[in-house]
C-alpha cells in the first residue's frame, strides 16, 4: 500500500551538559588537571557500566519470573495456583497475575479505592519517598514470604486483597530475580538503548511474494533512514530487522517467535500479515509487543489495552458494510421497492465466511434481510449448474460478491444468459480492477468499495524521496502505507519522552488523532478502539458507458 507525507520535524539531539559538577580551584594546576582526570574517567566509566546494565537483555531465567508476573504462568508441568483472602480454596494465578494489580512496570495504582503499592525495583529494593523509608525494606527472603504467604517486611499481614501464591523453590527464585530487573530499560523497553530503538518487521522474503517483501523492506528501509537523517528522537536511531515470514500462516507463526526470542523488538511495523491466525495473535497480545499498521484486511476487533494493535487498513467487513449503506442510500426514490433484496455470492475461504455475518448484521440494522447466499465453488465444481438460475429468478436488486479473481470470472460467465438487471456489489481490495471487466448484460451498474484515493496528491514527491534511497515507486499504496507506519511510530515516540516504554509508548499512540495517511482519511485511535478507520470510498461505473463517479467516503452506520 502506500506511505503518507507526514512533514513532521524530530527533535535534534541534545548534547549531554556536566553543569555544575567540576568546581575546581584555578591553583595549583597540575593537582586540577589530575583531578578533572581522574573524574572524567571516572564518570565515563559510571556511564558506561550503568548504561550497559540499563541495555543488558533478561535472562532466560529473568524471562521466565517476568511470565510469572506478568501472566501467572509457570511451565506446563507446574501451574502456579493462588489463595485469595481468608478461603483455603486456590484458583489459577493466570486469573490473578501480578501484573494486574501493580502494573506492568510495577509502578502501582488505584485500584477501587484501595492503594496498591509500586513494587518496581527501585522501589522494593532501596529505601524511597514512595515505599516511605521509616518502614523495612525487602531483601528476597521477605519479599518471598510477602508473595507466598502475604506477611510484610515488618511481619505484619498484607491486605487480604493481596493473593498468595504457591510457587515452588524454583519459581520462586526466578521472580525475585525478575522482579530485581522490574522497572528498569532492559525490562520495560526491549530494542531501546541509549542510541537506538530496534523495530522489526515480517515479510515474505521468499516465495512466490518474495518481490512484494523485498519492495516493502527497502522501503521501510528508505523511510527509517529519512527520519533518522532529520534527526535523532532523544538521541535515539531507528534501525529495522525484517524476517521472512514466508508466504503460508504455518510459515509466519514461527518467525514471529524468533523474531520476539532473539530479536526482541521495540515493536512489529507493516508486517506483511494477511491473515493473523489465533496463535500468531495470542503470541503479540501475550509478549504486550505494539504492531503498528500490520497489512492485512483481516483486523481482530479489541481493545488496544487488551491487545496494542494500531490497524491502519479497514477491514473487508467494515468496507462491506459501508457498500451495504452506500447501496440503500443510493437506490432512487421512484425504484425503491420497501423491502429491497440482496443476495450475497462467496467464495469459500475463511476471510469471505467471517465476513459475511456482519453483512447480515448491517441489513438487519435497515430492518431487512440478506435474500440468499451461493457459494461460487458449486458452480466451479459443476455439482449446481443452476444455483445462479435459480438465484437471478428470485430477483435480487444488488448481488454483493465476495471471493477472488477466478471466482469473479466464473460468476461473470455463470450471468451470459440471465435476463435479470441487477446492481452489482464488490470490493476491490479482493479483486482489482479485474471488477471493472465483468459482462455488462445483465448489470445495470456496478458500486465498487475501496480504502484508497484513486488519484492523490505528493506522488511525485514521494517517488522522488524513495529514489535517493535507490528505491523504486512500484506499488504505491503498499508503500506509502508502509512508511506512514514509520512516521507514526515516531511520533509515538516523540510523545513518549526520553524514557520511553512500551506501556507509554501505547498509550501515546492512542492520543494521536487525525494521523494523515493522504490515500486515506485521517486515523483516529483511542484505549478503546485499536481500528484508525472504518469504512470504504465508494464509487459507482456504469458499465455501458464505462463512466465512473466521483469518491465518496462512507462510514458504516453504527460508527461514530
Known amino acids: 500500500m502506500n506511505k503518507f507525507n507526514t512533514n513532521t520535524v524530530l527533535p535534534e539531539p541534545v548534547e549531554g551538559q556536566l553543569t555544575g559538577v567540576l568546581q575546581v580551584p584555578l591553583h595549583y594546576p597540575n593537582r586540577c588537571n589530575a583531578l578533572v582526570k581522574a573524574i572524567v574517567v571516572w564518570m565515563l566509566l559510571v556511564v558506561t557500566i550503568t548504561a550497559a546494565h540499563a541495555d543488558q537483555a533478561l535472562t532466560a531465567k529473568e524471562l521466565l519470573g517476568r511470565r510469572i508476573y506478568r501472566a501467572g504462568e509457570g511451565d506446563s508441568l507446574n501451574p502456579i495456583r493462588a489463595t485469595l483472602g481468608l478461603s483455603a480454596d486456590t484458583v489459577s494465578a493466570s486469573a490473578f497475575p501480578c501484573a494486574n494489580c501493580h502494573g506492568l512496570e510495577g509502578e502501582g495504582k488505584q485500584e477501587g479505592g484501595l492503594n496498591v503499592p509500586a513494587i518496581a525495583s527501585k522501589y522494593v529494593f532501596t529505601e524511597s519517598q514512595v515505599n516511605r523509608p521509616q518502614k523495612q525494606t525487602y531483601d528476597e527472603s521477605t519479599l518471598a514470604r510477602a508473595i507466598t504467604k502475604g506477611i510484610s517486611s515488618e511481619n505484619r499481614s498484607l491486605s487480604m486483597a493481596m493473593p498468595r501464591y504457591g510457587l515452588s523453590e524454583y519459581q520462586t527464585q526466578v521472580l525475585l530475580a525478575y522482579l530485581r530487573r522490574l522497572g528498569t530499560a532492559s525490562d520495560i523497553a526491549p530494542g531501546v538503548t541509549v542510541s537506538e530503538v530496534r523495530l522489526a518487521t515480517l515479510l515474505p522474503l521468499t516465495g512466490p511474494l518474495a518481490e512484494t517483501g523485498k519492495l516493502l523492506h527497502a522501503t521501510l528501509e528508505s523511510c527509517i533512514a529519512e527520519m533518522n537523517r532529520q534527526g535523532s528522537i532523544y538521541g535515539r536511531k531507528l534501525i529495522l530487522t525484517a524476517l521472512d515470514s514466508g508466504s503460508t500462516a504455518e510459515e509466519t507463526l514461527p518467525a ?186 445483465p448489470i445495470t451498474k456496478m458500486m465498487l468499495a475501496t480504502p484508497f484515493k484513486q488519484n492523490y496528491g505528493g506522488l511525485e514527491l514521494f517517488a522522488d524521496r524513495l529514489e535517493q534511497f535507490s528505491v523504486d515507486l512500484q506499488s504505491p499504496v503498499l508503500q506509502r502505507i508502509a512508511c506512514s507506519a514509520v512516521n507514526f511510530v515516531g511520533e509515538g515516540l516523540k510523545i513518549s519522552g526520553k524514557n520511553v516504554s512500551q506501556n507509554n509508548f501505547v498509550r501515546a499512540l492512542e492520543a494521536i488523532n487525525n494521523f494523515p495517511v493522504e490515500i486515506m482519511p485521517p486515523l483516529q485511535f483511542d484505549p478503546k478502539n485499536g481500528q484508525g478507520l472504518r469504512g470504504a470510498y465508494i464509487y459507482t461505473k456504469d458499465p455501458k458507458s464505462g463512466d465512473l463517479s466521483k469518491l465518496e467516503w462512507v462510514t458504516p452506520m453504527d460508527v461514530f
Open 256 to 441: 514471529a517467535r524468533r523474531l520476539i526470542s532473539e530479536i526482541r523488538p521495540f515493536a512489529l511495523v507493516s508486517g506483511y500479515l494477511p491473515e493473523i491466525s489465533p496463535a500468531l495473535y495470542e503470541l503479540f497480545v501475550h509478549e504486550r509487543m505494539p504492531v503498528i499498521a500490520p497489512l492485512t484486511f483481516e483486523p481482530k476487533e479489541a481493545p488496544i489495552a487488551d491487545a496494542p494493535f494500531f490497524y491502519f487498513l479497514p477491514g473487508y467487513a467494515d468496507q462491506s458494510r459501508a457498500l451495504v449503506d452506500y447501496w440503500l442510500d443510493h437506490i432512487p426514490q421512484g425504484s425503491r421497492s420497501s423491502k429491497p433484496k440482496l443476495a450475497i455470492v462467496y467464495g469459500h475461504t475463511k476471510s469471505n465466511r467471517d465476513t459475511m455475518p456482519t453483512i447480515h448484521a448491517q441489513m438487519q440494522r435497515h430492518h431487512l434481510n440478506v435474500m440468499a447466499e451461493v457459494d461460487i465453488s458449486s458452480i466451479t465444481q459443476k455439482t449446481d449448474l443452476n444455483s445462479i438460475e435459480s438465484l437471478m429468478n428470485g430477483q435480487p436488486d444488488a448481488v454483493l460478491f465476495l471471493g477472488s479473481a477466478g471466482e469473479f470470472e466464473t460468476f461473470g460467465h455463470s450471468l451470459e444468459k440471465s435476463q435479470h438487471k441487477f446492481i452489482l456489489l464488490a470490493l476491490l481490495a479482493m479483486l482489482g480492477t479485474d471488477a471493472l471487466t465483468i459482462p455488462e448484460s
